[in-house]
């Protein structure tokens, strides 16, 4: 099975699993409608709280890292040490004062940009816990994704296969293709189910320098 984690591939994937059939330049309907049917099936975890290890720094003279995708809300964002030490969110003209003061040792704020997070003071390389709300919002452009495509991806192409199928009138591979998207659908409910409460981490006094 082809490897598929943006939009664009999830359309190539259907045409190559169904390329025997005329599909009629509909991919994106038929995402579409799949999509529409998982969010449907999905409601409880809509707007879920997820978390996730980021490496800051981890190229020299780097101080931002991609934001995961489907983020629609910071709930805490913390350094992996001993103190889980939580960093404070500012705006983009605040960090840029923030960078220029005397604070060391570790990337205490950070600012949320279009698609990115940027760090200030930094300092050599930290693991942070990023505990954040995703939703799953639908595709802009061939290169877009979201957590569910990017986690499930079997998800969206069960769930596109069931509306291809169809408009194929094939019930075999509609019949298949649902059945296999419920599974998916079952199995992501009882996954966010048993998921424990989110840590928070501690705030932590920034450390400044001896004059």
Known sequence: MSLVTNYGQLK???????????????????VFDGHTMLMAELSSLLDMTLETTL??????????????????????????????????????RQIDTYRQSNILSQPMVYSREANAFEFAPFYGEHDAILVYKASFDFFTDD??????????????QQAAL?????????????AKAEKQANREIVSLIEWNRKRSRPHMGKLQPATRATP
């Open 162 to 174: 069931v509306y291809a199928a169809q408009f194929n009138d094939d019930a075999e591979i509609e």
């Open 12 to 30: 190539q994937w259907l045409r190559d699993r169904l390329m025997d059939a005329e599909l009629g330049g509909n991919e994106d309907s038929f």
């Open 143 to 156: 290169s877009s994704t979201n957590w569910l495509l990017t986690n499930r991806p079997a998800a969206y």
């Open 55 to 92: 490496t800051l720094g981890a190229t020299e003279g780097e101080y931002t890292i991609a934001i995961p995708a489907g983020l629609n809300e910071v709930v805490s964002f913390y350094l992996d040490d001993q103190n889980e030490t939580r960093l404070e969110e500012l705006t983009s």
